[in-house]
């Protein structure tokens, strides 16, 4: 099968199209004729080995020492399932299905396996493969810091970065759960941020929220605080949170893969979906997504 394999660490330009031999399921586990994947912020980090510290050994032993071991990168997925372990009943051929597959890789390829207690659920039949393919990655991680920050129906909300992949899902989740919410972009991102429902867009070119006098229950760094360091003290109410997306790592649902998925399917949430790459362009979505200025999500179509 066609693949696209890291064949070390570094710019993307070590991203190279080849052969490869197409997985086998194992008993517990689908194959899935992959449709679409994504070039999300975490591919990046991992084909760039764009971790400092402690992290560079850990992520040495972890993953790989020169190299990752599992050379097909990709974590994002969706696709039809294509053959099924002797012991899978839950999923069966031709089950149109999406996840994440943070540690296990191997999506950026024609074939991929994943065991069915992974996070992986069929998908909702008014759903494209692009269009789930941007769901996993920014939708889990802005449930998981949303949820985190405790933000009620009624509270403010101020999400930084709200034109990024965990942004305008957190828009979209926090206003789902009945919160006010302001995002924070640049000019280009205002109409789209408005459009996801935002209550309140402020261009963090033209303005400084913490400025503003206006007091937030929760702020939330959407753009990681390896980029930007916010102190944003003043704008908290008393117990007030800030909360950054690169907190930790969270751990990831099928769950909560479900509960996104009926949104999607009721209309509630809806991709955003910045520009697609055929899998052969991969090194230059790669290299867009390193710029740290996408918006929403960047797709990967797999014919
Ligand atoms: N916890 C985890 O396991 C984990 C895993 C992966 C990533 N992360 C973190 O999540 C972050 C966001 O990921 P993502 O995929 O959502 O990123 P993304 O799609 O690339 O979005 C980045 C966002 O940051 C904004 N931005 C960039 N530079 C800025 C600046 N100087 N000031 C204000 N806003 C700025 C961009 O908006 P404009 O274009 O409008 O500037 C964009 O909305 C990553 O950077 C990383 O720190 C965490």
């Known amino acids: 099968m066609k693949a696209a394999v890291c064949t070390k660490y570094g710019l993307p330009d070590v991203l190279k199209i ?58 994002v997925f969706a696709g ?13 051929m031709g089950d149109r299905v999406f996840g994440f597959d943070r540690f296990g890789f191997g999506s950026d390829a024609e074939y991929k396996c994943i065991s069915t207690d992974g996070v ?17 990655f920014g939708g889990l991680m802005a449930l998981h810091y949303i949820r985190k920050s405790g ?37 280009s991102n205002k109409k789209l941020v408005k459009s996801l429902g935002a209550d309140h867009v402020i261009d963090y070119t033209k303005e400084n929220f913490m400025d503003s006098g206006i007091l937030y229950d929760v702020v939330l760094n959407a753009v ?4 930007i360091e916010l102190h944003p003290k003043h704008a908290l109410k008393q ?22 998925n009926d949104l999607m399917e009721k209309g509630d949430m809806k991709a955003v979906i910045d520009r697609c790459y055929p899998l052969e362009n991969i090194a230059d979505a790669h290299r867009y997504v390193d710029g740290g200025h996408k918006k929403g999500n960047v797709i990967l179509v797999i014919a």
């Open 151 to 187: 933000v009620n129906k009624g509270q403010k909300i101020l999400i930084y970065g709200a034109s990024g992949a965990i942004g305008t899902a957190a828009v979209q989740l926090a206003k789902y759960m009945g919160a006010d919410v302001t995002g924070v972009c640049s000019t």
């Open 239 to 260: 117990k007030g949170k800030h909360i950054t997306v690169d907190d930790g790592a969270p751990r990831l649902s099928v769950k909560d893969l479900f509960f996104l």
């Open 18 to 75: 080849e052969d490869t031999p197409k997985p086998i399921p194992k008993k517990n586990q689908i194959s899935i004729k992959v449709h679409a994947g994504s070039v999300t912020a975490s591919d990046c980090i991992i084909r760039g080995f764009k971790v400092t510290g402690i992290y560079r050994v850990l992520m040495r032993l972890a993953i790989g020492f020169n190299r990752p071991r599992k050379s097909i990168l990709g974590m």
């Open 224 to 227: 990681g605080k390896k980029k």
């Open 80 to 92: 039809e399932v294509e053959s099924i372990g002797q012991d899978v009943s839950d999923f069966h």
């Open 120 to 136: 992986v659920t069929k998908l909702a039949p008014n759903i494209t493969y692009e269009e789930a393919a941007s769901i996993p």
